[in-house]
């Protein structure tokens, strides 16, 4: 099914999940971001739930994967335990769930919730979380998609198969255009259970036509290995930015996708979001726009993704002007003398 957004996209998933489960509790995980349409927003915590009164019945939450933030998280050797986090997370739906458990959904990156990774086996995990309650695993490829992350689509590095997949963004190349991808048994499920979704620009055959030459192309440059290759060269001058800044907490992600935490003491990890603005004011002066991804539960984080045609060249002319922005802001506490 071809949709106009992530949203529409995710929206239509979840609906898909609960049309062939017969059930309608759907599991996010806290810092997720799956759009603002009723489904969507129903199944995120951090984002766009306040001013508009009781959501989607039966919406449940996972505590999000922080390994640099979780209570979970040993400080004496810094080890981070997300496979007892994440049974205690299950533990608390099955004691809120009445029993009719459809689908979680989850980003493989949380970009919007501060740029973290899955942590490696985290998704097979999950996987067996949810066959042992018969609910089906959406995972949300938005942002991570087509390439991104060093690999088609992320949840190939992990080797996952999700019940259902959706699409955007790179998809469409700028244009509106998104996916829902399932099953050839789900999809004769959700015919048998007349499924009905639809919106004014279903499959589009115009969108339809860009994707389809987008897939193209990312195929025939070799835009996959590419992304993985620049983004070894993105995130080692990052690393390099953080020994150099002690107001970098923590470099994460993969591939075309970063995240940079800025705190103003690395000991107590205190969130640093007035100086990561700062620091991104300074930078976009100097020709650079650092997105910064901020909420009180983490530090001001800024999120790196640039496009997946970029050049190692220009990865290293932005690491210049980051480190240009750091070097002229006060409070970025360098480590290395005049």
């Known amino acids: 099914?071809?949709?106009?957004?992530?949203?529409?996209?995710?929206?239509?998933?979840?609906?898909?999940a609960k049309v062939c489960?017969?059930?309608?509790?759907?599991?996010?995980?806290?810092?997720?971001?799956?759009?603002?349409?009723a489904q969507a927003v129903g199944a995120q915590f951090h984002f766009g739930r306040s001013g508009h009164g009781p959501l989607m019945p039966g919406s449940l939450m996972?505590?999000?994967p922080n390994g640099y933030r979780s209570v979970f998280r040993n400080p004496d050797d810094g080890s981070y335990d997300w496979e007892a986090e994440l049974d205690y997370g299950w533990r608390m739906i099955d004691l809120q769930s009445c029993g009719s458990?459809?689908?979680?959904?989850?980003?493989?990156?949380?970009?919007?919730?501060?740029?973290?990774?899955?942590?490696?086996?985290?998704?097979?995990?999950l996987k067996r979380h949810c066959e042992r309650r018969g609910?089906?695993?959406?995972?949300?490829?938005?942002?991570?998609g087509v390439g991104r992350c060093g690999d088609f689509v992320a949840v190939n590095h992990e080797q996952v198969v999700p019940d259902i997949l959706t699409l955007s963004k790179t998809l469409g190349n700028g244009l509106p255009l998104s996916?829902?991808?399932?099953?050839?048994?789900?999809?004769?499920?959700?015919q048998e259970k007349?499924?009905?979704?639809?919106?004014?620009?279903?499959?589009?055959?115009?969108?339809?036509?860009?994707?389809?030459?987008?897939?193209?192309i990312v195929d025939r440059d070799g835009l996959v290995p590419h992304a993985r290759e620049v983004g070894r060269v993105l995130h080692r001058g990052l690393r390099a930015l953080m020994a150099r800044y002690g107001c970098i907490g923590e470099v994460?992600?993969?591939?075309?996708m970063a995240g940079v935490e800025i705190v103003t003491d690395r000991e107590s990890k205190t969130p640093g979001h007035d100086l990561a603005r700062r620091i991104g004011d300074r930078a976009f002066g100097h020709g650079l726009w650092a997105n910064l991804s901020s909420h009180p539960s983490f530090g001001g984080v800024f999120r790196i993704a640039p496009p997946i045609t970029v050049t190692a060249e220009q990865i290293e002319q932005g690491l210049e002007i980051l480190e240009r922005a750091f070097a002229e802001t006060e409070g970025s506490q360098p480590l290395y003398a005049d």
């Open 179 to 190: 996916a829902v991808v399932t099953s050839e048994r789900l999809h004769r499920v959700s």
């Open 135 to 144: 609910m089906l695993l959406i995972v949300d490829e938005a942002q991570t």
């Open 101 to 125: 458990l459809a689908c979680c959904i989850v980003e493989c990156i949380q970009s919007s919730g501060g740029m973290h990774v899955l942590p490696p086996g985290y998704l097979k995990a």
């Open 252 to 256: 994460r992600g993969r591939g075309l």
């Open 1 to 16: 099914m071809f949709l106009s957004t992530g949203g529409e996209s995710n929206e239509a998933a979840i609906r898909l």
């Open 62 to 64: 996972l505590p999000a």
């Open 194 to 216: 007349r499924f009905f979704f639809y919106t004014t620009h279903l499959n589009d055959p115009l969108v339809a036509a860009v994707g389809d030459k987008v897939l193209e």
């Open 21 to 37: 489960t017969g059930k309608f509790e759907v599991v996010g995980l806290g810092a997720s971001w799956h759009g603002v349409t």
